[in-house]
């Protein structure tokens, strides 16, 4: 906790919030974007827009890992949980995603076998103990988990733990990261990079973004303090005419990522040819699968699913927040009919997801200066 | 390059003041079944009893939703609650389900001003149940009854088929004299009051995940149950007449009193995070999961609405308390926003504090 | 979270968070740890040796 206590201290962030505010530029507007949902969440945690001048505007991106899964594929983890002798384990964000008829947790009060875990070596470990029972994960998450799951199944193929299995849903951060520099709903003037991600694919991955689309990118970690530091950053990139991808989680983030990590990934999975992403659509090469050599334990092949394309009710306007378009004040049903307590769409479930930080923190009329 | 000039979002202003307005409403009860979420004490637990069970028994005492119901009998004010108890596993480091169903009844008595007096025990026992587990609970009942000077004094038993009651559930009713000292109620807040809490917090909740043992943490934490008569006795004797409300810190966690009591009062709180007292394993613990510690259930701690200028002599007679050597102020009591709850970070930026909607931690008490 | 206990030979290693709480955590996926080492842990595994 020492540690990470250097990285909260107030008077710091005090000072570096001058000095962001000494950095920008009189009457110019910034539109930063953080694409992790855990820069989301931890931006209203500490409170981070009180600390910056209204002249910077924080977008979040699509970095939720629960608020990207579409609804079809959350009937496929209902109907698969309902299923005689299915143990269904998720991560406790995934049990209140709505699905077209009701979510995991009211699958759970119909009588499914639906149990929450904090990693799926939890769930290996579940199917153990209870060889009568089928253990299915319901695997979600970005680079940052997918080696959790990619270690796991290593080690039921090794040990094998034939009543495991795993729905896979994990995705990749950089194509819809694409998408959105391609779109032109978006005029963003940089991007906070996703640090945990970037421990696992590296800082490498994102040139791509100065090289081709002519935008900065500071990778940074999560600590309040991390984050002020990759604003500074960016806006001294923007006020020096500079353009490139700089770390400032270097403490953490090697340049080329865990090659361990990426080949066991390489190993376990495969890139599926495209995946729909709530509210962005079809994205291609995006989204993993078992690959073959895994084959076995791919909970889709194992159990019958719909395998349906749900479209999301008219009034969600997920899409729109997780693309940055809107701020999650701005969805037409956000805190009315939308709320964490009956949720409409997963940006207001997930810790992570813009609506349910915004609500659960954020809901605060705030003045701010203006340089 | 400094600043101009300050600005308020006009347009996300009013979108908040019409979700503060929908939030202020009596609550619909919209879902077909009940769900863990229901049994949380947050939000959903609150719609539950908000829509579905308050409108039913039409009665002014239910209404004002204390931790106790208050009933005038003869002349004598008396207070009334009930409470049951199905935590898994039934024992776990610092306490078992018997001192939990003793003290948290009694807490509920005193934390409503109320002097315990006496206790109904309610057993529900399952088909299979070890006789040496339940002579050790009825002990534990009897020790703790003992030590809070409440006597039992009826009770019931009732025997379920294997598999209908995870060894046994118990559900005890207490009874007590309302101090005359005491002028409690969850409406008498006013801004400038200041809130104190009576130890460190997060710890019961805590100890019975870890005891569960499905994560591979561990770490050494103990429920915190203890009877508070004691400390509410001495907070009575050293500002009575000063202190507005009280509250034992349960289900939802201290998160969840400090929303409870600013909507029934119509003030705004804030809570400055640097000064809530937790323990540093906890507060490890609680990171590694992804968990705040304010919305973890306590089962002996106590939370105090007390005017400003009796503030210090509370925490002193607080302090002076076994058990409570860590109480702490940590806010006050705002003219608004109305029924909200904000925190001022240790980071130095401001945010709100809600309750959650279900538990990350099921059936802890 | 710091390296307390280490199995090498089931790639695990037992961590605790400064303040007490302890963790049982897959260490296949950076170098071999040591006692005292530092790591970055998520859902389980460690992904990277903290300096230091």
């Known amino acids: ?371 | 390059m400094s600043a101009s000039e300050r600005i308020a979002g006009g347009r996300e202003q009013r979108v908040l003041e019409i979700i503060e307005t929908a939030r202020s409403k009596r609550p619909r009860f919209r879902d077909e079944r009940i769900t863990t979420a229901h049994g949380a004490g947050g939000k959903a637990t609150q719609t539950l009893i908000e829509a579905l069970l308050v409108p039913a028994f039409g009665s002014p005492a239910l209404e004002a939703l204390g931790d106790a119901g208050a009933v005038r009998i003869g002349g004598l004010d008396l207070a009334l609650t009930t409470d049951s108890f199905v935590v898994k596993p039934i024992r776990f480091p610092g306490g078992s389900i018997g001192e939990l169903a003793v003290n948290g009844t009694v807490n509920d008595l005193a934390v409503s001003g109320a002097r315990p007096i006496a206790l109904s025990l309610s057993l529900i026992l399952e088909e299979g149940l070890e006789t040496d587990v339940l002579r050790a609970e009825i002990n534990a009942i009897a020790a703790a009854a003992r030590s809070s000077g409440a006597e039992i004094i009826t009770g019931d038993t009732k025997v379920v088929e294997r598999g209908h009651a995870d060894q046994l559930y118990i559900c005890t009713t207490g009874i007590g004299q309302i101090d005359p000292r005491a002028r409690l109620s969850p409406a008498a807040l006013r801004p400038g009051d200041r809130i104190i809490v009576s130890g460190t917090i997060g710890e019961h909740g805590t100890a019975i995940m870890l005891a569960r043992g499905s994560f591979e943490l561990d770490a050494e934490i103990v429920s915190d149950t203890r009877p508070l008569w004691p400390a509410v006795d001495a907070l009575l004797e050293a500002a009575g007449p000063s202190l507005r409300a009280m509250r034992d810190a349960t289900r939802g966690g201290v998160a969840t009193v400090l929303n409870e009591l600013a909507r029934a009062s119509g003030v705004g709180i804030v809570v400055r995070e640097a000064d809530v007292p937790v323990h540093p394993t906890v507060a490890a613990a609680s990171e590694l999961l992804g968990i705040d510690p304010m919305h973890v259930a306590n089962e002996g701690k106590l939370v105090l609405f007390v005017a400003a200028e009796a503030a210090e002599e509370a925490l002193a007679a607080l302090r002076a308390v076994d058990g409570c050597e860590r109480a702490a102020q940590i806010g006050e009591v705002t003219e608004g926003p109305a029924g909200m709850v904000l925190v001022d970070t240790a980071f130095g930026g401001r945010r709100v504090m809600d309750q959650l909607v279900g538990d990350p931690l099921p059936r802890i008490c | 979270m710091t390296v307390v206990r280490v199995d090498g030979e089931r790639g695990l290693a037992l961590c605790a968070s400064e303040d007490g709480a302890r963790h049982t955590v897959e260490t296949g996926l950076v170098d071999p740890v040591s006692l005292g080492d530092s790591v970055l842990v998520h859902a389980g595994v460690a992904l990277v040796t903290l300096p230091g």
């Open chain 1, 1 to 371: 906790m020492r540690y990470v206590e250097e990285f909260r201290d107030p008077e710091l962030g005090h000072a570096m919030a001058g000095e962001i505010l000494a950095t920008v530029e009189p009457g110019r507007h910034y539109k930063l974007m953080e694409v992790c949902g855990g820069h989301t969440h931890s931006i209203y945690k500490y409170g981070i827009d009180d600390l910056l001048p209204a002249n910077v505007e924080l977008v979040h991106g699509p970095g939720c890992p629960v608020c990207v899964i579409p609804m079809g594929r959350v009937d496929d983890g209902i109907a698969i949980a309902l299923q005689p002798r299915v143990t269904l384990t998720c991560f406790g964000d995934m049990l209140r995603v709505p699905g077209s008829r009701g979510t995991l947790l009211d699958a759970k009060a119909q009588g499914a076998d639906v149990r929450m875990v904090y990693s799926p070596l939890d769930a290996l470990r579940i199917a153990r103990q209870n060889p009568d029972r089928e253990v299915v994960f319901f695997a979600i998450g970005f680079e940052t988990t997918a080696p959790s799951t990619a270690l796991t199944l290593r080690r039921a193929k090794a040990e094998g733990v034939a009543n495991f299995s795993c729905i896979c849903n994990h995705v990749t951060i950089l194509p819809p990261v694409r998408a959105l520099l391609e779109s032109p709903d978006l005029r963003l003037d940089g991007f906070i990079g996703p640090g945990h991600v970037c421990t696992v694919v590296g800082a490498r991955p994102f040139e791509f973004i100065p090289a081709d689309y002519g935008r900065p990118v500071v990778i940074s970690g999560f600590e309040p303090l991390d984050i002020l530091q990759s604003i500074h950053m960016l806006l001294r990139q923007l006020a020096e005419g500079r353009c490139e991808v700089e770390n400032q989680y270097r403490r953490v983030v090697p340049y080329d990522g865990n090659l361990r990590a990426l080949e066991v990934m390489a190993d376990v999975f495969e890139l599926r040819p495209h995946f729909e992403w709530r509210g962005m659509g079809f994205i291609s090469h995006s989204a993993l699968k078992l690959s073959a050599a895994y084959e076995e334990f791919d909970a889709e092949r194992r159990f019958s699913a719909p395998g349906v394309r749900i479209a999301d009710p008219k009034a969600c306007q997920c899409g729109e927040v997780l693309k940055g378009v809107i701020k999650p004040w701005e969805c037409k049903v956000f805190g009315t009919a939308c709320t964490p307590e009956h949720a409409i769409g997963t940006c207001m479930v997930s810790p992570e997801g813009a609506c349910a930080a915004y609500y659960n923190y954020g809901r605060l009329a705030r003045t701010r200066q203006v340089v």
